[in-house]
């Protein structure tokens, strides 16, 4: 039973476009959202998070959109650029102390130069 | 470089060997996580810590243990191998009060790529 999910393993687009990966989630009792990147051989590194309270956050070429009528989320990347080509994971946390993240299956985001 | 640091990057155990798996921050970060990655599952939570002297269970906790004995480290057990824990391992710290861990995330080690044989 996966509580966050990335229905699209993989996306291709070419360098300049924009980039759009989505992430579906089933429990309203998440507060947090969070996207991470990941290169082969290397750790997932911290992208971008959005508050349950938002709709929208905004860091450099990086916006994430929360719908939360519909639990839906999404990172857009504009312009996308051949270095972003790496797996984003969607990630979401419950409200308290825990601090444990759930975490979709993961999309690969290939930019063609 | 400050981080988290993983020992050992890749190892090849048989069925039924035992080994730990060695996780250091130098962030004082108060909690610390087990991760595993398996292709079409994404980042799976094996254990968690959210202070020294104490664990607790994540969603695929079954043949691992963990100990926080220090603050800085967090290790993971295998006591049996099975083939069905190949998986690469992901170590990761965060800051302890939700909103600082909810807008900065966690900081996650280079992984250790385990296979059993």
């Known amino acids: 039973d996966q509580q966050v999910k990335q229905n699209s393993p993989s996306l291709s687009v070419q360098e300049g476009r924009i980039s759009i990966l989505n992430c579906d989630y089933t429990?309203?009792?998440?507060?947090?959202f969070l996207w991470y990147k990941k290169y082969p051989a290397e750790g997932p590194t911290f992208l971008i998070s959005?508050?349950?309270?938002?709709d929208k956050n905004e860091d450099g070429r990086f916006t994430v959109f929360l719908n939360k009528s519909a639990k839906h989320l999404s990172l857009h990347i504009v312009p996308s650029q051949p270095g972003d080509s790496a797996v984003y994971f969607c990630a979401a946390s419950e409200s308290g102390n825990t601090g444990k993240l759930i975490f979709g299956q993961g999309t690969t985001l290939q930019v063609k130069p | 470089n400050a981080g988290v640091t993983q020992t050992p990057k890749f190892r090849v155990l048989k069925t039924g060997q035992s080994m730990t798996l060695l996780c250091a921050q130098d962030?004082?970060?108060?909690?610390m996580y087990w991760y595993r990655q398996d292709p079409g599952m994404g980042l799976r939570l094996i254990h968690y810590s959210v202070g020294e002297g104490t664990t607790a269970k994540g969603e695929v906790p079954d043949g691992y243990n963990v100990s926080r004995l220090k603050k800085q480290n967090f290790l993971l057990g295998l006591e049996s191998a099975a083939p069905s824990q190949t998986s690469v391992y992901f170590c990761?710290?965060?800051?302890?009060?939700?909103?600082?861990?909810?807008?900065?995330?966690?900081?996650f080690g280079s992984g250790t790529r385990l296979t059993v044989v």
């Open positions: 429990n309203s009792m998440f507060d947090y």
């Open positions: 962030m004082n970060h108060e909690y």
């Open positions: 990761a710290s965060s800051y302890a009060t939700g909103s600082q861990m909810r807008r900065y995330g966690y900081t």
């Open positions: 959005i508050s349950s309270i938002k």
